[in-house]
């Protein structure tokens, strides 16, 4: 990695929006590819998926996101891992359910594998009082 601090974050925020206009379209096979073997998500409730669980729940239509508007994506690099966090604000159906619009903070961890970036580990907590600004 041999480029600017700024190119290499600027990459990343890229490679988050391409991994959320992915699974806002339900594009399974495209997903997976911004997604390591061995991710991990942590839901606003609390449970923990896999990324084949996470990808099959989109995949079945269980999850299906209307939308997912993230706001400034900051990036904190630590060599070939990086740390990125942002508030979005998401539509989503989930279990034939519509969640209303809602706000939430999201924390993700990424590595440089194999010449790419690549999410390891997902966190979201819902925004209980007020709105995203």
Do not use: C
């Amino acid at each position: 990695m041999t480029r600017s601090l700024a190119t290499v974050e600027d990459q990343i925020r890229q490679t988050e929006r391409a991994r959320l206009s992915a699974l806002v379209s339900g594009d399974v096979a495209a997903a997976q590819a911004h997604h390591a073997g061995d991710f991990q998500l942590i839901t606003p409730i609390g449970a923990v998926l896999s990324r084949d669980q996470y990808l099959g729940a989109i995949a079945s239509g269980h999850i299906k996101y209307l939308s997912w508007e993230p706001e400034e994506i900051a990036v904190r690099l630590y060599g070939p891992a990086a740390v990125i966090r942002y508030r979005a604000r998401l539509a989503v159906v989930f279990g034939g359910h519509h969640v209303p619009p809602n706000g939430y903070w999201h924390t993700d961890s990424y590595e440089y594998r194999e010449g790419r970036w690549l999410a390891v580990w997902s966190q979201a907590t819902a925004i209980t009082h007020g709105s995203p600004e």
